[in-house]
């Protein structure tokens, strides 16, 4: 809207109250500078409310002086609103009664300093005389309201300057700045703004003119940026739509894939079972035929003796017969049983692309507001600005420039911050199904440790945590004898691959875990909270205390786990506090753990459910409880080994791509006990004791090109323990 736009120009809708839907009525501008009619402000507010929801853009504003009256006047918007009013007016009824004569007669002008009617003969007079002088400005002849070219700056400059608040009888010469631009009058100077920054009017408007125009020119350079973004979030929304479908099509592929060879493995085993059982019955009337004739002349002698050959071997046939259909039997339920839970492992995959999809479709539509909201926020910005730069007027200037100056790097901030990260909206994480159910039976931990090797740390550097991924990348964390916190990427054979410095000065708790194939979840002493990136090195820290209001004093962090699927971050404390972070390290809830656990030594995420590991000496315990807000539950209780008649305590907890869970067992005397759990409940599947040479720190399980394997680093020793999953 530059400052030659003819008022005709101006978009009805600038002009209309969000609220009536009419057009404005003494305009009040809110600070995010939507503006609305005053009446309507306050049929709005709640009775006895301080604030005010901006309905446009819901944002939350203090009301000044507590009412609606302590906002501001949008004066430019009034000043058009009053001049089309005013034609308008003379439109429907030229007569008025001149100011002047006193005589009702067509107008022929009107005086913005008399703020009424002239007749023509008293506007020629008005427009002449010396005594008139310094109304002649502010004279508009009403043969010029219906000229296409009357501009906004030219209806601006037939307004008068506004009367001193202190003293209406006199007209504002000056400025106040030090009470906010504040219009005054002469006496004034000396008097309460006495001392005050004080301003010429005219100078001060140019130079915050400038400042506006400076301002919406850098602002503009984000313009495409800012409409752009709804169509990515559009586009998102559609890959979304595109990659559930795809995504469900491969599990139910993959399901009928493994139904099918699975039911061709029991037709397999039936048909091996009958075969056996064949062969069987062919030598049994073999061996019959072979022991008839050796006791053909027996027989004559001893028929007793022939009949009781043949019990026996009658006997031993049914007796194996009886092991071959037990055995083809156990097969074929064991092959049953995996084609079961293969069935309930995909309808709990599909149950969780269809919650990620609403989850993402929900988010997705909060960003497209947000973006929405943006835009419009965009629009009445260069529109409010390019209407105070169209007009020129230097005392409405320099009362509004300074907040659309606020709002201009509020709005351009918030456009220049980076894009969300659609990708991950527009897909859903699924983590791999459990196949290759075969007769074999349970996943087991490798009676005798696979492999010891070395990890080639520098000297000075401890463990503490260890994490792996589903490509066999490694990472752990620890600190070193100069108490710092660091993190490191190793190979299967303790070789290190790369190292960083973290944040923090002191030993303990520095936790890790891998969010996705490149990115780990880190946490140091001092409540830092980071993502670190094995990629590019990069790393992103917060504190706790700064995200978390009225956040412990003596609270610290203590563990931390992934939820890939959900891109969250599980925190665990040295209390019943567990904090959730998204991937940008923004806090998404906070979740009070059961009584019975007193601190989240250790945790792991399992089917939903949040494994945690109690480490109290004398009564440590392990629960897998609810994600539940903002008080979790408790759903089952790991069951406590005893190997030894020694009083375990948990240490940490991981879980394989099958289900099965793991835990790190520790007992006063330093022992370490590896054991294996069932995936549904807490039993106890079987218990590795570790050489009392190595005492483990922490466990995790990793893929290799041979299978998953479990990792033990151990914490003086310095080695790596590898335990096969057969």
């Not at 008005?126 to 309201?145: C, G, N, R, T």
């Not at 940026?225 to 990659?243: F, G, H, P, Q, V």
């Not at 061709?264 to 091996?272: G, L, Q, S, T, V």
């Not at 903002?630 to 190997?643: C, D, G, W």
């Amino acid at each position: 809207m530059a400052s030659a736009s003819p008022l005709k120009d101006i978009d009805e809708q600038y002009l209309q109250c969000c609220i009536c839907m009419e057009q404005l009525k003494e305009p009040k501008i809110l600070p995010c500078l939507h503006r609305y009619c005053r009446e309507c402000l306050e049929r709005i507010l709640q009775k006895g409310a301080k604030k005010i929801e901006c309905v446009t853009c819901r944002e939350v504003h203090t009301l000044p002086k507590g009412d609606i009256n302590g906002l501001k006047t949008d004066f430019n918007t009034k000043n058009i609103i009053e001049f089309i009013q005013l034609q308008d007016s003379v439109k429907v009824d030229p007569l008025r009664t001149c100011i002047h004569c006193n005589k009702k007669q067509e107008a022929s002008a009107f005086c913005f300093r008399c703020n009424d009617f002239l007749c023509k003969t008293c506007h020629a007079f008005h427009a002449s005389s010396p005594m008139f002088q310094d109304h002649h400005p502010h004279i508009f002849s009403l043969s010029e309201a219906e000229a296409a070219n009357l501009t906004i700056q030219k209806l601006s400059s037939l307004r008068v300057a506004p009367r001193c608040q202190t003293h209406p009888e006199k007209l504002s010469e000056l400025c106040c700045t030090t009470c906010g631009n504040l219009p005054i009058c002469i006496p004034c100077t000396y008097g309460e703004h006495r001392g005050h920054n004080l301003e010429e009017v005219k100078s001060l408007a140019k130079i915050q003119r400038e400042m506006l125009k400076g301002k919406i020119t850098d602002l503009l350079q984000y313009k495409e940026k800012a409409y752009s973004m709804r169509e990515e979030i559009k586009k998102a929304k559609d890959k979304l739509e595109l990659n559930v479908d795809q995504e469900s099509r491969k599990l139910q592929e993959q399901l009928d894939r493994e139904g099918e060879r699975i039911k061709k493995e029991i037709h397999d085993a039936e048909k091996e079972s009958n075969t056996k059982q064949a062969d069987l019955q062919e030598r049994m009337k073999e061996e019959t035929s072979a022991r008839l004739r050796e006791l053909e002349k027996e027989m004559r002698e001893s028929r007793e003796r022939y009949e009781q050959a043949c019990r026996e071997e009658q006997q031993e046939a049914d007796l194996n017969f009886r092991k071959i259909k037990e055995k083809n039997n156990e097969e074929k339920k064991q092959l049953e049983e995996g084609l079961r839970v293969m069935n309930n492992e995909i309808h709990e995959l599909l149950a969780s692309i269809r919650t990620q999809k609403d989850e993402n479709t929900k988010e997705i539509k909060e960003l497209s507001d947000h973006f929405d909201g943006i835009v419009k926020r965009f629009e009445n910005v260069t529109a409010t600005a390019d209407c105070i730069l169209a007009a020129q007027n230097d005392w409405t200037d320099v009362q509004c420039i300074l907040d659309v100056c606020r709002v201009v790097d509020l709005l351009r901030k918030e456009v220049k911050r980076d894009n969300p990260g659609m990708e991950n909206l527009s897909g859903v994480k699924i983590r791999g199904l459990s196949v290759g159910v075969t007769v074999r039976g349970k996943v087991g931990i490798s009676e005798d440790v696979e492999s010891i090797v070395d990890l080639h740390i520098e000297e000075g550097m401890y463990i503490n945590d260890i994490t792996g991924n589903e490509d066999g990348t490694i990472a752990i964390t620890g600190w070193t004898s100069a108490y710092q916190t660091y993190i490191a990427v190793i190979t299967m054979g303790g070789s290190l691959q790369q190292q960083h410095i973290l944040p923090g000065t002191v030993w303990s708790s520095v936790r890790c875990s891998f969010l996705s194939q490149y990115l780990i979840a880190v946490i140091c002493a001092g409540n830092q909270i980071g993502i670190y990136n094995i990629r590019d090195q990069s790393r992103r820290f917060i504190n706790l205390s700064d995200v978390i209001m009225n956040c412990p004093t003596n609270q610290q962090v203590s563990s931390v786990t992934t939820d890939p699927v959900n891109g969250h971050i599980i925190v665990g404390c040295n209390s019943r506090d567990v904090y959730v972070f998204n991937s940008e390290l923004e806090h998404v809830k906070t979740m009070k753990l059961p009584d019975v656990i007193k601190r989240a030594s250790g945790i792991a995420m399992h089917k939903g459910n949040l494994l945690v590991c109690d480490f109290i000496s004398g009564t440590g315990r392990a629960f897998a409880v609810t994600m539940k807000q903002p008080a979790s539950e408790v759903e089952y209780e790991f069951t406590k080994p005893t190997l030894g008649g020694y009083n375990w305590y948990p240490l940490c907890v991981c879980t394989d791509q099958n289900g099965y869970i793991y835990m790190l067992w520790e007992e006063d005397g330093g022992r370490s006990l590896i054991v294996q759990y069932t995936k549904d409940g807490g039993q106890i599947e079987l218990e590795r004791e570790v050489d009392r040479n190595h005492n483990g720190i922490a466990i995790t399980a990793v893929q290799t090109k041979q299978g998953e394997k479990l990792l033990l680093p151990t914490l003086e020793t310095k080695k790596l323990l590898t335990y096969g999953l057969t």
